[in-house]
């Protein structure tokens, strides 16, 4: 059942990433690439590392993507992708090469998983470590405050113009 799940999400995303390139809308990119990184989040969940699905949903489709969006709808001129240049025929040719050294390393690498591994838990002890007695709590609440005067900053500096 697992590798049909896990089969599933690598077509999404392998569809999803294509789309990425391939469409030339830049709103719909940014909204596959959204897609990508759910389904990355995804096979993360597959390989129980729920802390970094947790991470990529919050960090890559909750804050960069978004910002992404933001940085396209306020930007006006920018209606489609860039034209295609004369980078095309090496972007290309890179990209297959590319292509065939994580093929290969792929193929050669033994992901074997013993059935009996244990499975321990992530979030909970490192939720303790950062938010416990002894951890980050004003540290983070600091940042926060940071982050949402910088973004309040950039909406009067982009509403005075």
Known sequence: MLEIVFGLLAIIA????VAVIMVRDIFRAALCLILLFMTVAGVYLLLHADFLAI???????????ILIIVAIM??????QGPPLGNLKYPAAIVAILLLGV??????NTAFVMPDNAPLQETVKPLGKALFGDSGYLL????????????????IAVIREK
């Open 14 to 17: 392998v569809a999803s990433a």
């Open 55 to 65: 991470v990529q949903i919050l960090v890559y489709v909750g804050a960069i993507s």
């Open 74 to 79: 306020l930007t006006r001129d920018a209606r």
């Open 102 to 107: 994580v093929a290969f390393g792929i193929i």
């Open 139 to 154: 540290t983070m609440e600091i940042a926060v405050v940071m982050l949402l005067s910088a973004i309040l900053g950039a």
